[in-house]
């Protein structure tokens, strides 16, 4: 929908389901005692604000803006890893707390960069004039959201039984093994991430089908 729709008609529909859906995960989540209490806040704020950097990353693609795509998404890696490495052995300060500020870095650095980059490029539109855009979110997010559900369920599942049934010795032994075999689908998703910005751009359907078969 990016390289179709104005910028604007996507962002706000998507920055409300963000901040919606955040919120209904986290108080789902605090409800049955999946998370520490304490945490709870952190949670649903890094949950936004990755949810908003990704908005962002996933407009790039749509908009054929590639290279800051990756440029931004190898930074938050490099600026996540580098601060809490400085918080552990700099500062000495090896708890759970380092982990959530250096989220906090890596996921804040990704909204910001790419909210530079994307809002000089938002053009106010009338709500209005919003109904077609609307009805194509809806259309396309319920599949997503539903496939990213299942994949999310079927992956991840096995950690619950584990954590359950088995030690923590054998859920980090599993989660370790899950990680590195996971580690397998980088050039797929980065070959897939490729093909996805050029057909979502191409007007011409034997193009597409030429790239994707090449690929």
Not at 33 to 52: G, K, N, R
Not at 128 to 145: D, L, M, P, V
């Given at each position: 929908l990016a390289s179709r729709k104005p910028v604007f008609e996507l962002l706000v529909p998507s920055y409300l389901w963000a901040f919606a859906s955040s919120l209904i995960a986290t108080s789902i989540l605090n409800l049955f005692d999946l998370m520490p209490?304490?945490?709870?806040?952190?949670?649903?704020?890094?949950?936004?604000?990755?949810?908003l950097g990704s908005i962002h990353l996933n407009l790039f693609i749509g908009l054929e803006k590639l290279q800051k795509y990756n440029r931004i998404s190898a930074i938050q890696v490099?600026?996540?890893?580098?601060?809490?490495l400085v918080l552990f052995f700099v500062f000495n300060y090896k708890t759970v707390?380092?982990?959530i500020i250096s989220m906090y870095l890596g996921f804040g650095y990704v909204f910001i960069s790419s909210a530079l980059?994307?809002?000089?490029?938002?053009?106010?539109?009338?709500v209005r004039e919003w109904g077609n855009s609307i009805k194509s979110i809806f259309q396309n997010s319920i599949y997503i959201q539903l496939a990213t559900i299942v994949h999310l369920f079927n992956c991840r599942v096995s950690y619950f039984l584990l954590d359950r049934y088995m030690d923590k010795a054998a859920l980090g032994i599993y989660s370790t093994a899950v990680?590195?075999?996971?580690?397998?689908?980088?050039?797929?998703?980065?070959?897939s991430v490729f093909q996805y910005s050029k057909v979502a751009n191409s007007a011409e359907?034997?193009?597409?089908?030429?790239?994707t078969l090449m690929l």
């Amino acid at each position: 929908l990016a390289s179709r729709k104005p910028v604007f008609e996507l962002l706000v529909p998507s920055y409300l389901w963000a901040f919606a859906s955040s919120l209904i995960a986290t108080s789902i989540l605090n409800l049955f005692d999946l998370m520490p209490q304490q945490f709870a806040t952190d949670i649903y704020l890094l949950s936004v604000l990755q949810a908003l950097g990704s908005i962002h990353l996933n407009l790039f693609i749509g908009l054929e803006k590639l290279q800051k795509y990756n440029r931004i998404s190898a930074i938050q890696v490099v600026i996540s890893l580098v601060s809490l490495l400085v918080l552990f052995f700099v500062f000495n300060y090896k708890t759970v707390e380092s982990f959530i500020i250096s989220m906090y870095l890596g996921f804040g650095y990704v909204f910001i960069s790419s909210a530079l980059v994307i809002y000089p490029e938002i053009k106010l539109v009338p709500v209005r004039e919003w109904g077609n855009s609307i009805k194509s979110i809806f259309q396309n997010s319920i599949y997503i959201q539903l496939a990213t559900i299942v994949h999310l369920f079927n992956c991840r599942v096995s950690y619950f039984l584990l954590d359950r049934y088995m030690d923590k010795a054998a859920l980090g032994i599993y989660s370790t093994a899950v990680s590195i075999a996971e580690s397998l689908w980088l050039i797929s998703r980065s070959i897939s991430v490729f093909q996805y910005s050029k057909v979502a751009n191409s007007a011409e359907i034997k193009t597409s089908r030429e790239l994707t078969l090449m690929l």
